[in-house]
């Protein structure tokens, strides 16, 4: 396909991250260059390859866990942990030794053993076709970069020179490179490849940055330095605008931060719909940061606190006092208002170093959330004794994720039950993730065991399609807008009518399905915390008595 040229041209991708942003095209071309240092004519040694791969990979571990602390400061704690399974990647033990193996059985070098061993990590877990292989791809590309860098002593990145305030367009994102996206103040971001759920969209939505995925052909399409309008609202990308076109732009970006403004203003007010049904918006979390976010932008509680920032990059399994101590430092800023805590959402595509891999056919339909916990006890008990541990400072309520059977809930609630009992404690409500269509056609057989339910929308919509969020192939699937979740949640509602359901998965912050929700008897919502102030203002805005279109 031919370059656009210098006449406007409108181009529809698919929007990971909302908002509206203008500037200069900047094409990006080399982030997965990556070099090494091996010269064919020096004299070959084994042991010495070895040992530079050792060397390089205990300083990028020390550079992993700066980042992570850097990420964690500056963006989000959970996605600190993205690096923190990075290096818990590079330090796996069967890694180690494949790339030792490589180097003394291939005679080859350091930097040559790196690229040809994570990329058949890369393609073993493509194969897996999990629900985040995509991704774990991603991350052992990362890793593989930057590996190969430190072992050529490379310091910088490709990412470190792009302009400030610039549209950045390049074929995908890695981890690494979406840090350098807030110190450039980067507009907005243009990809080929990038999904709903990958880490793409999680950092850019975090950092507040649009971004548009699915335009093929990107770097051969886009002339460099040309101007772009990136409406990430409706995932329309404007090429070479004529200055009518730039001029009514510029006046909804005016007028999309006016709204953001007011909505910012009421945030800590109440949501009401206009005919007086009050709804409850509350923020999910990972941290002490996310927490203090979710404060300030009045969130009314903690709809889904994630504990998988704690297991990920260790090398033992967080004990009781541990987790205790993070999850008061956390939540110390909600005492009196109603928190969620989900346990362990962990299983096999996700690497434990104290667990290794856990290799399976299909990660996916594998050991997960609860089906792990039911394999090893041991981590759920060690949950269950430090959430009881709070139960005297905060209303607490327990979620269990992966729920697919009602002796699923039934082995957590026996487990719960005999903690509380042994410390004559009164249990905390227990509520069930709905995240498979199994879960929502039996709902009525798991009511008798919980207080509540909450839909995981995400995993429920891949499920329910059989597709992949992470996999670009089949994103023609995974629409969680479809009637098809609207439906299953409407059933779980018409079997159990009484019983109290949430959204906690990504549908809740879609402004435009919220008035759906609500009418299909949802009354709490759990979005990203930067999020709570506009679905509290789209709330407002909602008349439950009116009809649906």
């Not at 997965?32 to 390859?49: G, I, L, M, P, V």
């Not at 929700?517 to 709570?532: E, F, W, Y």
Request: proline residues 5%; contains cysteine; aromatic residues 6%.
């Amino acid at each position: 396909m031919n370059t656009i040229s210098g006449e406007t041209n409108i181009i529809r991708g698919f929007s990971i991250s909302p908002g509206l942003a203008e500037g200069q095209i900047y094409l990006h071309r080399d982030i997965f260059d990556a070099k090494d240092s091996f010269s064919q004519t020096e004299t070959y040694n084994a042991d010495a390859e070895v040992d530079r791969l050792d060397r390089a990979t205990l300083k990028i571990t020390e550079d992993l866990l700066t980042l992570a602390a850097r990420v964690e400061k500056e963006i989000d704690i959970q996605l600190a942990g993205v690096f923190g399974a990075h290096s818990a990647i590079v330090n796996d033990a069967l890694l180690k030794e494949e790339l030792r193996r490589e180097i003394i059985e291939n005679l080859v070098s350091a930097g040559s053993a790196v690229k040809s061993v994570f990329l058949r990590w890369e393609k073993r877990f493509l194969q897996m076709e999990s629900i985040i292989a995509r991704e774990k791809g991603e991350d052992f590309r990362d890793i593989s970069i930057r590996l190969r860098n430190a072992l050529a002593n490379v310091t910088g990145h490709a990412l470190e020179n792009i302009p400030p305030g610039c549209i950045l367009a390049t074929q995908r994102l890695l981890p690494t490179d979406t840090l350098f996206l807030a110190s450039r103040s980067t507009s907005g971001v243009l990809l080929e490849y990038g999904t709903m759920g990958s880490h793409a969209a999680l950092f850019t939505r975090q950092m507040n940055v649009p971004c548009i995925t699915g335009i093929s052909n990107i770097l051969n399409i886009l002339p460099a330095d040309g101007y772009a309008l990136v409406d990430a609202q409706d995932s329309i990308l404007t090429v070479n605008p004529d200055l009518q076109a730039r001029t009514f732009f510029s006046a909804r970006i005016k007028q999309y931060a006016n709204d953001l403004k007011l909505a910012k203003k009421n945030s800590q007010l109440p949501s009401f719909t206009e005919d007086g049904i009050e709804v409850a918006v509350n923020a999910n979390i990972g941290g002490k940061e996310d927490a203090n976010i979710a404060l300030e932008h009045g969130a009314q509680g903690i709809g889904l606190y994630r504990l998988e920032q704690f297991y990920i990059g260790r090398s033992v399994p967080p004990n009781k006092m541990e987790l205790l101590e993070e999850m008061n430092e956390t939540l110390s800023a909600f005492k009196g208002k109603p928190v969620c805590i989900r346990l362990l959402d962990i299983g096999s595509d996700k690497p434990l170093p104290f667990m290794g891999f856990l290799t399976e056919p299909n990660p996916a339909l594998g050991r997960r959330g609860v089906r792990l916990m039911r394999q090893f006890p041991e981590l759920l008990y060690t949950q269950l004794e430090a959430i009881l541990c709070l139960v005297k400072d905060y209303t607490v309520q327990i979620l269990i994720p992966m729920v697919t059977i009602p002796d699923d809930v039934l082995f957590v609630r026996k487990a719960l039950t005999k903690l509380a009992s042994q410390h004559d404690i009164t249990p905390p409500q227990l509520g069930a993730m709905i995240e498979t269509p199994a879960a929502a056609l039996s709902a009525s057989r798991i009511a008798p065991h919980v207080e509540f339910m909450s839909f995981g929308t995400n995993d429920l919509t891949q499920y329910a399609f059989a597709a992949d969020r992470e996999n670009i192939e089949v994103e023609d699937y995974y629409d969680d807008t479809s009637a098809v979740i609207f439906r299953l949640i409407e059933l779980v509602h018409h079997d159990i009518p009484k019983m109290p359901l949430s959204i906690c998965g990504e549908l809740a912050g879609r402004q435009e399905a919220i008035a759906h929700l609500l009418k299909l008897g949802i009354r709490s919502l759990s979005v990203a915390a930067p999020l709570v102030p506009s679905v509290k203002e789209t709330i407002r805005n909602t008349n439950l008595a009116s009809k649906m279109v």
